[in-house]
Nanobody, 125 residues
Framework: QVQLVESGGGLVQAGDSLRLTCAGSGRTPFNYYAIAWFRQAPGKEREFVAAINWNGKSTFYADTVKGRFAISRDNAKNTVDLEMNSLNPEDTAAYYC?????????????????WGQGTVVTVSS
């Protein structure tokens, strides 16, 4: 089992950058988990943003964020970061990190077992 806590959200202007951090804790080693970021905007369904495999060597991105966002992890610190650049109002959402045991990285939220409480990102135009 792993507990996940997101941080780094806030209010920014269009074009700005923001870094979100997902911190994990628990008895199972953090590098046993694939980690993903999802987001949910008001009135919309949850959507996949990015994911990273256990050792950080494989990353995946939604088309809407590819080239602007970067996911990375530091297993020594039990953290996964989401660097977000060139933010626009369509990126406004609650951002959640999620963990899934194993080496396979997937993009479907239902396949992730553990979720954080989320952090809110608001991008003004």
């Amino acid at each position: 089992q792993v507990q996940l806590v997101e941080s780094g959200g806030g209010l920014v202007q269009a074009g700005d950058s923001l870094r979100l951090t997902c911190a994990g804790s628990g008895r199972t080693p953090f590098n046993y988990y694939a980690i993903a970021w999802f987001r949910q905007a008001p009135g919309k369904e949850r959507e996949f943003v990015a994911a990273i495999n256990w050792n950080g060597k494989s990353t995946f991105y939604a088309d809407t964020v590819k080239g602007r966002f970067a996911i990375s992890r530091d297993n020594a610190k039990n953290t996964v970061d989401l660097e977000m650049n060139s933010l626009n109002p369509e990126d406004t959402a609650a951002y959640y990190c999620a963990a899934r045991l194993g080496t396979v990285v997937v993009q479907r939220g239902d396949d992730y077992d553990y979720w954080g409480q989320g952090t809110v990102v608001t991008v003004s135009s």
